[in-house]
């Protein structure tokens, strides 16, 4: 009796409407999400770290023991090593520092097989294989936070949850706004010297209020994976094309047609490429991609492959704690020839969220301190569903 | 109250609990029931199926320890282990029974979703292409694959919508290949890609 009067309570004396359909709808909806809400924030904590773990777990190959500022080896000189030992290179990262290995990708002719292996940024010596894993626990945690290992019906129950999720934070900042004075500086802190039914209160009330916009920020990025409806309402609103369905069919097929006729004219220089045979070297590329891209950061050579006959710098800023990880691109012909510089902040702002659109949604788009605020900002989201029950049951 | 919590704790036991699809793959339970198998042949269908399926699992395993998982490696490993079963498979079969294996195996090839290399190359000898026409041939291929990779970030989990990405591109590419090929070859085109006309049909997203 008394949880149907809880579910179906009436208005208050002095509650506008607004507040009154607010705050039930915040109970109700609270209830209806909570268990999903609190798995998929769970979940998505336990796999932000997924990098971080797996290095700590290969340490001694992964990052550099004998830490000095000597030189760096050079590419060719990477390329020579491994193909004296009928492995091509297919890859190369430099870390920004000395701190960390040098990571090469090779495809092994003889066998046949894709490997890798760390080497000293210094003298090239190879250092290992990251061989330790726990990928299955990562891979469990991201199965149940994208679909709770349901499948499809998992998907929509999740991206129903976090929609009623982005409905909640709403909702649950209109009931945060305070009334008066008082009720300001409750809204701002949590009183630890209270009885603990004020405590879980002050959680539930301060916390969510302090990661109202972040919470959004993630829900709305993480519907953005899930929904198409929502992709095509983010990528319009910034000015992108939108998602093609039977309604916009006709009016896009001319800009469809205009990205073929330019992946043709790539795809008929790409052939003209395959044809050139001519020794490049790797240091001068490097050099020049250095010059173009004057920055402290992370640097990967592509190296040509079947479908792209072109060398491919591209170099990822790592100046200070909060710089932006995103990509920026210095294409090279198969002969060694400058082709195309790609700036992140020269693409078109949809393109810009397109390309970042994940990183934006786990918080690797801050480098670790991004993954550590989001972690901090998900398992309060965590504990959301939690204090608001114990709220709710205390009223009962 | 108690009623409720018992309620919230079922769905989250449910929830945890619940066995995800296996990552797409081959179906050859329904390749079976095509082939009309005698009893010999279905224990040795059933043994191969069974081996290579616990061969992929320990590859992509290894794969995924290695750390390097990625789409490439994934698929590289299906196309070789799914080109190798059918083979192994062929081995004990009658002439139309190995149609019927070819055919389903080329049809449900993990991220297979242009035409076939196959039937790219059985177009290049039909059509007679001379060596320009052959070289344009391939860019226009290779521009379709790519237009319709890039539009992945549009498509990514909505069938429809890339079913309609793929149509789209595939008529550009068809304009494209009008202005290569004579209209004799274009013709000629147009009844061999028949033969894989279920491409694009139902593509996954």
Request: aromatic letters at 12%; hydrophobic letters at 40%; one cysteine or more.
């Amino acid at each position: 009796m008394r949880l149907k009067q809880s579910l179906f309570r009436k208005r208050r004396k002095k509650e506008s409407l607004f507040k009154y359909i607010m705050s039930v709808s915040h109970l109700w909806l609270g209830l209806l999400s909570s268990v999903v809400v609190f798995i998929v924030c769970f979940s998505g904590a336990m796999y932000s770290f997924k990098t971080q773990i797996s290095e700590l777990l290969n340490y001694e190959v992964v990052f550099n023991s004998q830490e000095t500022d000597a030189n760096w080896i050079q590419p060719d000189q990477i390329k020579t090593n491994f193909l004296e030992e009928n492995r091509q290179v297919t890859t190369i990262i430099y870390p920004s520092d000395f701190s960390r290995n040098i990571l090469v990708a090779y495809h092994d002719v003889e066998e046949d097989y894709d490997g890798h292996f760390y080497i000293h940024p210094t003298s090239g010596e190879i250092i290992g294989s990251s061989s330790r894993s726990i990928g299955h626990f990562f891979d469990l945690m991201k199965s149940i936070h994208k679909n709770l290992l349901l499948g499809k019906v998992g998907n929509h129950i999740v991206g129903v949850s976090i929609l009623i999720f982005v409905v909640l934070l709403v909702s649950g900042l209109v009931l945060w706004f305070p009334k008066n004075k008082k009720q300001w500086k409750q809204g701002f802190t949590i009183k630890w010297s209270a009885k603990l039914p004020r405590i879980i209160y002050d959680l539930h009330n301060t916390l969510g209020f302090y990661t109202f916009l972040l919470l959004l920020f993630i829900s709305i990025t993480g519907l953005y994976v899930s929904y198409a409806w929502v992709k095509s309402a983010v990528v319009v609103s910034l000015g992108g094309q939108p998602v093609l369905n039977e309604a916009n069919a006709e009016a896009m097929k001319s800009e469809l047609s205009n990205v073929f006729a330019s992946f043709l004219e790539e795809s008929i220089d790409n052939q003209e490429e395959k044809k050139k045979e001519a020794s490049v070297s790797l240091n001068q590329l490097l050099e020049d991609s250095k010059q173009r891209l004057p920055y402290k950061g992370i640097t990967t050579i592509h190296f040509p492959t079947e479908d792209n006959p072109n060398y491919q710098i591209t170099k990822i800023k790592q100046e200070s704690i909060f710089s932006a990880v995103v990509p920026d691109h210095v294409k090279y012909g198969k002969d060694g020839q400058f082709k195309k510089l790609i700036l992140f902040t020269d693409q078109s702002i949809a393109d810009q969220f397109m390309e970042v659109s994940l990183p934006l949604h786990t918080g690797e788009i801050l480098g670790l301190s991004g993954i550590i605020l989001y972690f901090i900002v998900t398992m309060i989201a965590c504990s959301m569903p939690v204090t608001g029950i114990l709220i709710w049951v205390r009223k009962l | 109250m108690k009623k409720f919590l018992l309620i919230l704790a079922t769905i989250s036991v449910l929830c945890s609990c619940g066995n995800e699809k296996k990552r797409r793959g081959i179906d050859f339970t329904k390749l079976k029931a095509e082939l009309n198998l005698s009893a010999g042949q279905e224990e040795k269908y059933d043994a191969i199926v069974t081996s290579y399926e616990e061969n992929r699992q320990t590859q992509l395993e290894e794969l995924k320890a290695s750390g390097k998982m990625s789409r490439k490696g994934y698929m590289k490993i299906m196309k070789t282990s799914y080109t190798k079963q059918e083979e192994a498979l062929k081995a004990f079969m009658n002439e139309e029974q190995k149609e019927l294996t070819h055919e389903f195996v080329k049809r449900y090839m993990p991220g297979q979703s242009d035409y076939s290399d196959e039937l790219k190359t059985e177009i290049v000898q039909t059509l007679a292409l001379d060596s320009t026409q052959a070289v344009q041939y391939k860019a226009v291929n290779e521009a379709f694959t790519k237009a319709f990779r890039d539009a992945h970030d549009h498509y990514h989990g909505n069938g429809e919508a890339a079913t309609m990405y793929w149509n789209q591109f595939n008529e550009d590419r068809k304009v494209a290949l009008q202005k290569i090929f004579s209209d004799d070859q274009y013709a000629q085109y147009l009844e061999l890609i028949k033969k894989e006309s279920y491409r694009g049909q139902n593509e996954k997203g």
